[in-house]
């Protein structure tokens, strides 16, 4: 199963010349930009890298790999237990993304830079700043590996949010935000085998709580919210 095997020493054997975007300095700062390196090279990094304090979380390293057709068939192989519903979006993209031949399918690259399949490591402290997705459909994070903390807020709270990464909700400076203590929000913390749904527009903040902490993010279109 996925919770046994996944681990980035093992995405690093199977997986080694994937290029994921590799935080050094997290993405808890709103500025902070990645460097692409392959999963193997990302790999000896992170294994250097000791499980830091969680008062350290500004500096501690993340992984987004979004994930091309090729990666995503071959992980997909070790969720068998999530439900059908979770991994049959390549039924519709078939239709709205034809190939254009058999070596060129748009939706592969579509896939990657829409986010569409993301795969996000993070170690204790690490995690993603406040915000509301940029792309109007639903998203759900499936927890894989360790623990990981959510605060949602629904798009009705826009008004106490002010702007994306001003806020740290985990250690909010309510002198300087205090509109956000108006703000009616949910916390709740996924561990692994649960599934985290939240609609477009719902703003959203990530704290990992274990060393390594692993999830899946991706996101959905049906008839219910398209």
């Given amino acids: ?11 690093g054997k199977r997986f080694g010349e994937e290029i994921v975007d590799y935080y050094p300095e997290g993405m808890l700062d709103i500025t902070s930009r990645p460097y692409l390196r392959t999963m193997k090279d990302v790999g ?21 790999w979004r994930l091309n057709m090729g990666a995503w068939r071959k992980l997909k192989k070790t969720l068998e237990a999530l439900p059908q519903w979770f991994t049959v979006d390549e ?13 060129e399918w748009p939706a592969d690259n579509w896939l990657r830079h ?12 690490s995690g993603m700043f406040f915000h509301p997705d940029g792309i109007a459909t ?9 623990r990981k903390r959510w605060t949602v807020c629904g798009p009705d709270q826009r008004a106490n949010m002010y702007a994306p990464g001003d806020i ?16 009616k929000c949910t916390r ?5 085998g649960e599934v985290l749904y939240y609609p477009t527009g719902w703003w ?8 390594d902490t692993i999830g899946l993010a991706a996101r959905r279109v049906d008839r219910h919210n398209y």
Wanted: aromatic residues 12%; contains cysteine.
């Fill in 44 to 64: 000896r990094d992170w294994a250097a890298t000791s499980s830091p304090a969680w008062e350290a979380r500004r500096s501690t390293p993340y992984i987004q």
């Fill in 168 to 183: 740290d909700v985990y250690d909010v400076d309510l002198k300087r935000f205090p509109l956000f203590a108006k703000a």
């Fill in 91 to 103: 039924a519709w993209m078939k239709t709205c993304l034809p190939a254009r031949s058999p070596e």
């Fill in 1 to 11: 199963s996925a919770e046994e095997l996944w681990s980035v020493k093992w995405f």
């Fill in 138 to 146: 639903a998203t759900y994070q499936v927890q894989v590996v360790g």
């Fill in 188 to 192: 709740t913390i996924a561990h692994p």
């Fill in 204 to 211: 959203h903040q990530t704290d990992n709580l274990d060393s």
């Fill in 114 to 125: 829409c986010h569409w399949k993301v795969l996000v490591v993070g170690k204790n402290g």
